[in-house]
């Protein structure tokens, strides 16, 4: 059984999913801006929603800081840069591959 977890590195606007210590994935992102930045640490994955509605895409990946998410996007050009309002933003394609692979509870780092 795999042993998923995140990390999300901002300074290239990259999640990769990792099978221990392999990265077994890599896409890119969208990330806060300068004033709402996404939040930097450790954190798990409290809940999955299909189509939430509104500006999150095809997906929802709830993280263990309130109010923050992996989600899909309605704006594909956001990918690639900081423009969120902290959350990270995926192609909603990666977005539905991602919550395929990953269960409740993974672990997702968000670093620098």
Known sequence: MPNYRIIVDLSDH???LLDGDRVVRGFPVGTGTIVNQTPQGEYTIVNKQPNPGGPFGAFWMGLSKPHYGIHGTNDPSSIG???SHGCIRMYNQDVLALSKLVPLHTRVTIRP
Do not use: A, E, I
């Open 14 to 16: 990259r999640l990769y």
């Open 81 to 83: 840069k900081s423009v």
